[in-house]
């Protein structure tokens, strides 16, 4: 059953709504430094009422955008968060087109349909150059057993499966600090792809 995102911010039905970013991107954000001030362009997609957006583009001299699908989401983050570099855009991430030498990952690739998931990577290789990167922090045990996602659960080797080939693996690390209700082992995990270039793709 697919959802109707507006439907669920317009009733307050948002149970990841927080009201601030993910507890662990200040950490990230600081371990990786020199990939923050290098970025020119950054895009957090899914990025609802743009927390985790505010704050990178506190970091970062690159430009950022947050982009959703609902447009109640972008009208709160928009009367939220406003400053220089930093913009606000609905529209449907498959359809997205741009360059951005860096992604941020945070509760999207859970939300979107798990037949989807091969087109989540595919537009992920479009939007990012060779040498890009995609740093996200990837929900794998949303642990709501006999319910239906989303969020939808992965495995650790089924993302490797996914992005295996078009991105490589940098970097993986389960999140020192989180959100309350997402604590346990093995519930979300840090990770930092880099897009390879095209002609070392393996398929
Ligand atoms: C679970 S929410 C997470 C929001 C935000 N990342 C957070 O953690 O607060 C998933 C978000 O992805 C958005 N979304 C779902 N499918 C999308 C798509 N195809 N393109 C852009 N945004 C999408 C939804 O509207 C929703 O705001």
């Known amino acids: 059953m697919s959802v109707d995102w507006s439907e669920r911010y317009r009733t307050g039905e948002t149970p990841w709504e927080k009201g601030e970013p993910h507890p662990e991107l200040s950490f990230l954000l600081s371990g990786h430094r020199g990939l923050m001030t290098e970025a020119r362009s950054v895009l957090v997609p899914g990025c ?6 505010h704050l990178i583009s506190s970091v970062t001299r690159g430009e950022v955008l947050g982009l959703d699908l609902a447009e109640e989401a972008i009208d709160e983050a928009g009367s939220r968060y406003s400053g220089e570099g930093l913009a606000w855009t609905t529209g449907d991430l498959f359809q997205w087109e741009g360059t951005y030498d860096l992604v941020f990952e945070h509760t999207c690739f859970c939300a979107i349909p798990v037949a989807r998931r091969p087109d989540y990577v595919s537009t992920m290789a479009r939007l990012i150059p ?67 270039p095209e002609r070392m793709e393996k398929r």
């Open 48 to 53: 609802g009422f743009g927390h985790d957006a």
């Open 130 to 196: 060779a040498g890009g990167h995609l740093l996200g922090i990837f929900f794998l045990n949303p642990d709501h057993e006999g319910e239906e996602g989303p969020p939808f659960g992965v495995t650790l080797d089924e993302l490797k499966g996914f992005f295996g080939g078009t991105f490589e693996m940098i970097w993986s690390q389960p999140p020192s600090k989180t959100f309350e209700g997402r604590k346990g082992d093995g519930r979300e995990l840090s990770i930092l792809w880099r897009r390879v």
